[in-house]
């Protein structure tokens, strides 16, 4: 089992930026992906940002390629997400799970543990 908690939510303005940070612990899978979702208020689920534990290939859905970036550091088994230039389109819960065992592309169904999420609000 592993178990995710996420930190770093807030309100912001828009053209603001946050930091969130997801601490894992439990199980150590050498090989896995790790990921940012959001889900919005009467929206789907949508994959953010993802990387691979190994060798570090990093996905980013189009909305956000240029103001996010995604960052993993193993040793402490942390999850990071630089959000830059916020908008309000931004705003949801955001949600860091683990893909265990998993390898690129890392769909999202692939995705075994989830954290509780971290609500991000941007104002305009």
């Known amino acids: 089992q592993v178990q995710l908690v996420e930190s770093g939510g807030g309100s912001v303005q828009s053209g603001g930026s946050l930091r969130l940070s997801c601490a894992a612990s439990?199980?150590?899978?050498?090989?896995?992906?790790m990921g940012w979702f959001r889900q919005a208020p009467g929206k789907q689920r949508e994959k953010v940002a993802s990387i691979y534990s190994r060798g570090g290939n990093t996905y980013f859905a189009d909305s956000v390629k240029g103001r996010f970036t995604v960052s993993l550091d193993d040793a402490k088994r942390a999850l990071y997400l630089q959000m830059n230039n916020l908008a309000p389109e931004d705003t949801a819960m955001y949600y860091c799970?683990?893909?265990?065992?998993?390898?690129?592309?890392?769909?999202?169904?692939?995705?075994?543990?989830w954290g509780q999420g971290t609500q991000v609000t941007v104002a305009t």
């Open positions: 439990g199980t150590y899978y050498s090989r896995y992906c």
């Open positions: 799970a683990e893909a265990a065992g998993g390898f690129p592309p890392c769909e999202a169904r692939e995705y075994n543990y």
